[in-house]
């Protein structure tokens, strides 16, 4: 019979192959597999049993998430679930295959205190996506206002489009400007199509005018010797420091922008399946997370509609 290490990596081959997870997908899910196999030392399927299953539940809410601003923390809960999810995929297969062994469904996730969005007021949004041509102002040399162009034509495409980071880190400067969509490729491989308002094609237009390279990334970060495609983390950097210059005190990431995005749209009537799909959402619940957002056009609602037959 064959061991429950044998049986992780046809399961890793089968979500790779035919289930066309990324390989990012199946390198996380190999290393939650391996942690719970370590700990539990099961070595036939038959051998996953609630019992064992509860010890290492309870092994990872005890494990340390190393040290905060709060202080050494252990695993969040949301973490936690990340093994839980792999163990319930990986029984699953094993039931598919006709292995005995415990049922995926014996396996419960943790309860997950509710998502916190993290959001700016219309106000400082328009300050934030104003602020690199604040900077390119006060440029002092063509490169400098290269810079500035692309934070204007970066911005201007997040809050347009919702795109996630690597997402636009990945587009190419072959982009048609003569189109107001544009096809990206998302999570799991997948394509969706988003639009593109008027500001971010004038602004990304006028970025690369100002292009004097022959670099084929969209977006492109300078070093002393060498260009090279943008990075996320480049993005965080200079999105927290026209953040600084806005005068915005919470903290502003490019998924802040996705967020803006979001609840733009759902604030201005949008429906949630077609923010889901703008967003590039596989499950709607997900997308769900933002409904919270219209709560103050319910506050509004019930002042001026509630109770106007009463004296």
Avoid at 113 to 141: C, F, G, I, M
Avoid at 227 to 247: E, N, S
Avoid at 268 to 288: E, K
Wanted: contains cysteine; aromatic residues 6%.
């Amino acid at each position: 019979m064959a061991t429950v290490t044998d049986l992780k990596r046809e399961f890793l081959e089968y979500i790779e192959i035919s289930k066309g997870r990324s390989l990012k997908t199946v390198e996380n899910y190999d290393r939650y597999l391996t942690r719970f196999i370590e700990f539990s030392k099961v070595v036939s399927p038959t051998d996953i049993t609630d019992k064992v299953v509860q010890e290492f539940r309870l092994w990872l809410n005890r494990q340390s998430a190393g040290a905060s601003k709060h202080g050494v923390g252990t695993l969040k809960k949301k973490t936690q679930n990340y093994y839980l999810i792999a163990l319930r995929a990986f029984l699953k297969y094993l039931h598919r295959q006709g292995v005995q062994t415990l049922p995926a469904e014996r396996i419960e996730l943790a309860k997950v205190p509710e998502r916190s969005l993290d959001v700016v007021s219309s106000v400082e949004l328009e300050r934030l996506l104003n602020a690199p041509l604040e900077a390119l102002q006060k440029a002092d040399s063509p490169e400098k206002e290269r810079v500035c162009l692309r934070d204007k034509a970066i911005l201007e495409l997040l809050f347009s489009t919702g795109l996630r980071v690597s997402e636009l880190c990945a587009l190419d400067v072959d982009i048609d400007l003569s189109r107001d969509e544009l096809s990206v490729r998302g999570k799991g491989d997948k394509v969706r199509v988003v639009f593109l308002s008027g500001t971010a094609k004038k602004a990304i237009a006028t970025y690369l005018k100002a292009r004097t390279d022959m670099e084929e990334a969209l977006f492109v970060d300078g070093r002393p010797k060498a260009l090279h495609r943008i990075t996320p983390r480049d993005i965080q950097r200079h999105i927290k420091k026209y953040a600084t210059l806005a005068g915005i005190t919470s903290q502003v990431t490019p998924h802040v922008l996705r967020h803006m995005f979001a609840t733009d749209l759902l604030e201005n009537g949008a429906d949630l399946r077609s923010v889901q799909a703008l967003l590039g959402h596989a499950n709607i619940a997900t997308t769900q997370v933002y409904t919270h957002v219209t709560d103050r056009h319910l506050h509004d609602t019930h002042k001026a509609f509630h109770g106007k037959k009463r004296k």
